[in-house]
């Protein structure tokens, strides 16, 4: 069965950093498109970043280009956002989604993933 664990959340002050990974079990990923959401809360789930097959391509939301990160460990099975420059917009649980049939058209769409995970909570605060 396939699984998604994330981890590495936390509280940090803002401008600072954390690196978020998702654990991937039951399958080989390498052959998958693996993205992360988040969402704040009383707010919609949002698209961050995601990275193509075999890590061929990667994506990111305009809010987060340039301070995020999206990268994974083909021989762990692990995928990575490294999160700098940190604001309290930042705030939110993200997510790991993963799929192996999804087009590129679809990368920023939630529910088109047939894999996700439970979330971790960010908390950017002084």
């Known amino acids: 069965q396939v699984q998604l664990v994330e981890s590495g959340g936390g509280l940090v002050q803002p401008g600072g950093s954390l690196r978020l990974s998702c654990v991937a079990s039951?399958?080989?990923?390498?052959?998958?498109?693996m993205a992360w959401f988040r969402q704040a809360a009383g707010k919609e789930r949002e698209f961050v970043a995601a990275s193509g097959r075999r890590g061929s391509s990667t994506h990111y939301s305009d809010s987060v280009r340039g301070r995020f990160t999206i990268s994974r460990d083909k021989a762990k099975n692990t995928l990575y956002l490294q999160m700098s420059s940190l604001k309290p917009e930042d705030t939110a649980v993200y997510y790991c989604?993963?799929?192996?049939?999804?087009?590129?058209?679809?990368?920023?769409?939630?529910?088109?993933?047939?894999?996700r995970g439970r979330g971790t909570q960010v908390t950017v605060s002084s």
């Open positions: 039951g399958s080989t990923f390498s052959g998958y498109v």
């Open positions: 989604a993963a799929d192996e049939r999804l087009p590129q058209s679809e990368y920023r769409r939630y529910t088109s993933y047939d894999y």
